[in-house]
């Protein structure tokens, strides 16, 4: 289906804490931080559909709606401010730091859109990928780390576009943004976010000098194309659920294919590893000889807060997260025991962190270098960010989107909207694969 975005920029602002709320401060990058130095930025899509289309008109968002998100943003900025602050080389060290002082703020964009699609866009059959891409802002300047983007569907719905750089936060932590902001939107009450985010870089300990590890290892190394495919014609987006039954099925089978005598030691099969073990398996049938006689790469991050030692506090906002690389024979993926292979390698590659979680991190950059040429599947996102419940006062999210893995034709995991339990996918590839990828996830399932 192709998608045509017509947009009106009605207004370009910014938005800052309130002023004198919070004071200078400078928060030095870690380890986890600087690694995402020279990653472009993540853009992600909150869509929310009205209750009631026909009384949301562009008068009634501009003069109510609109002064409701911009006060109760500043109000969480508060909480939150180093998104409006700027990355910078500290005059004291000379090493990238976050660096806040009181006005800075956060660019916000807001536009309508003069073509009725907002149904299009939330579908999960596939779409052209264009259309999501003006409903993202871009960072203004080098040195911003957030910027925001609301977008009216008149008489339809609105959405949300984030253009985040990784260096100020992981996935966890701009979840516990956006859960905050939404949360005073609809509460207009400042003590409704708990908890608060923690900022106390001191937890994460660096024993093996590994930010200067990877400080000197980007000086070298040109990483951030080696996981992009070459560009192709014609992409395509789509989801894909997997509800809780059909993942309990997939258990089942993997279960009755174990051979004890190839598995020495147990394993257990999370619903993680079932998930993106199947998906896995569909996308290598789907790019078919393209990647039959080749070692295939799939790769996630890993939340380390409760994985440290000694753990770091849920509520850290920042960067706490670890690459974790999973990986098997094309064809072996595409045979009868192609779901036990993926299963057991995305298993084994979680259950080695607890044998030490930062051992061989010195290799994660020249890994992600050494695959310029290799097949890697990146995967974006968590189940257990649970975004869905980011509910600004219009229910929950129609439809959420990582806009930013089209640059990988890469893999967003999330929770189902509509199901306790159920995961959700988004793939970006080209759209015969696409197609094909679609065929072997459905009638997989049924066999």
Same mark, same amino acid.
């Given at each position: 289906?192709?998608?045509?975005?017509?947009?009106?920029?009605?207004?370009?602002?910014?938005?800052?804490?309130?002023?004198?709320?919070?004071?200078?401060?400078?928060?030095?990058?870690?380890?986890?931080?600087?690694?995402?130095?020279?990653?472009?930025?993540?853009?992600?899509?909150?869509?929310?559909?009205?209750?009631?289309?026909?009384?949301?008109?562009?008068?009634?968002?501009?003069?109510?709606?609109?002064?409701?998100?911009?006060? !109760?943003?500043?109000?969480?900025?508060?909480?939150?401010?180093?998104?409006?602050?700027?990355?910078?080389?500290?005059?004291?060290?000379?090493?990238?730091?976050?660096?806040?002082?009181?006005?800075? !703020?956060?660019?916000?964009?807001?536009?309508?859109?003069?073509?009725?699609?907002?149904?299009?866009?939330?579908?999960?059959?596939?779409?052209?990928?264009?259309?999501?891409?003006?409903?993202?802002?871009?960072?203004?300047?080098?040195?911003?780390?957030?910027?925001?983007?609301?977008?009216?569907?008149?008489?339809?719905?609105? !959405?949300?576009?984030?253009?985040?750089?990784?260096?100020?936060?992981?996935?966890?932590?701009?979840?516990?943004?956006?859960?905050?902001?939404? !949360?005073?939107?609809?509460?207009?009450?400042?003590?409704?976010?708990?908890?608060?985010?923690?900022?106390?870089?001191?937890?994460?300990?660096?024993?093996?000098?590994?930010?200067?590890?990877?400080?000197?290892?980007?000086?070298?190394?040109?990483?951030?194309?080696?996981?992009?495919?070459?560009?192709?014609?014609?992409?395509?987006?789509?989801?894909?659920?997997?509800?809780?039954?059909?993942?309990?099925?997939?258990?089942?089978?993997?279960?009755?294919?174990?051979?004890?005598?190839?598995?020495?030691?147990?394993?257990?099969?999370?619903?993680?590893?079932?998930?993106?073990?199947?998906?896995?398996?569909?996308?290598?049938?789907?790019?078919?000889?393209?990647?039959?006689?080749?070692?295939?790469?799939?790769?996630?991050?890993?939340?380390?807060?409760?994985?440290?030692?000694?753990?770091?506090?849920?509520?850290?906002?920042?960067?706490?997260?670890?690459?974790?690389?999973?990986?098997?024979?094309?064809?072996?993926?595409?045979?009868?025991?192609?779901?036990?292979?993926?299963?057991?390698?995305?298993?084994?590659?979680?259950?080695?962190?607890?044998?030490?979680?930062?051992?061989?991190?010195?290799?994660?950059?020249?890994?992600?270098?050494?695959?310029?040429?290799?097949?890697?599947?990146?995967?974006?996102?968590?189940?257990?960010?649970?975004?869905?419940?980011?509910?600004?006062?219009?229910?929950?999210?129609?439809?959420?989107?990582?806009?930013?893995?089209?640059?990988?034709?890469?893999?967003?995991?999330?929770?189902?909207?509509?199901?306790?339990?159920?995961?959700?996918?988004?793939?970006?590839?080209?759209?015969?694969?696409?197609?094909?990828?679609?065929?072997?996830?459905?009638?997989?399932?049924?066999?």
């Amino acid at each position: 289906m192709e998608v045509i975005q017509k947009l009106k920029v009605v207004e370009l602002s910014r938005v800052s804490p309130p002023p004198g709320s919070v004071p200078g401060t400078s928060l030095p990058l870690t380890f986890f931080d600087v690694f995402w130095l020279p990653i472009p930025p993540v853009q992600r899509l909150f869509f929310y559909e009205f209750s009631d289309p026909n009384t949301i008109t562009t008068t009634h968002f501009l003069q109510s709606l609109l002064p409701n998100l911009k006060h !109760s943003l500043s109000l969480t900025l508060r909480l939150f401010y180093p998104l409006s602050a700027n990355l910078r080389l500290s005059p004291q060290t000379g090493e990238y730091e976050i660096h806040y002082v009181d006005g800075d !703020s956060v660019s916000l964009t807001v536009a309508e859109s003069t073509a009725e699609i907002f149904h299009q866009l939330v579908a999960d059959n596939p779409k052209d990928t264009k259309g999501f891409h003006p409903l993202v802002p871009n960072l203004p300047t080098s040195s911003s780390l957030l910027a925001l983007q609301v977008t009216l569907f008149p008489k339809a719905g609105i !959405s949300i576009g984030i253009c985040l750089y990784h260096v100020a936060a992981d996935g966890r932590s701009l979840t516990h943004f956006m859960k905050s902001w939404s !949360s005073i939107n609809k509460t207009g009450d400042l003590s409704s976010v708990a908890p608060l985010p923690s900022y106390n870089r001191a937890v994460i300990k660096d024993p093996g000098a590994l930010k200067k590890i990877f400080i000197d290892q980007m000086a070298r190394i040109k990483f951030e194309k080696s996981a992009q495919r070459t560009r192709v014609d014609d992409p395509a987006r789509a989801t894909f659920v997997l509800p809780r039954c059909d993942t309990e099925r997939l258990r089942k089978r993997v279960t009755a294919r174990v051979d004890p005598d190839r598995i020495l030691e147990p394993i257990r099969f999370s619903t993680f590893a079932l998930a993106c073990g199947y998906v896995w398996v569909c996308l290598v049938k789907a790019r078919g000889h393209d990647v039959r006689d080749e070692a295939v790469c799939f790769t996630f991050s890993a939340d380390c807060r409760t994985r440290l030692n000694p753990q770091v506090p849920d509520t850290y906002f920042g960067n706490c997260i670890a690459s974790v690389f999973a990986e098997a024979n094309g064809r072996n993926l595409e045979g009868d025991e192609g779901l036990v292979i993926a299963a057991e390698a995305i298993g084994r590659a979680v259950e080695r962190l607890g044998d030490g979680l930062l051992r061989g991190a010195e290799n994660w950059i020249p890994k992600y270098a050494s695959m310029a040429n290799k097949r890697i599947i990146i995967v974006a996102g968590s189940p257990r960010f649970r975004v869905y419940e980011t509910d600004f006062g219009w229910g929950r999210p129609r439809k959420t989107e990582v806009v930013s893995i089209d640059r990988t034709e890469g893999v967003y995991i999330g929770d189902s909207r509509d199901e306790e339990g159920g995961i959700e996918f988004g793939l970006v590839m080209p759209r015969s694969e696409l197609d094909a990828f679609a065929s072997y996830f459905v009638e997989g399932l049924k066999n």
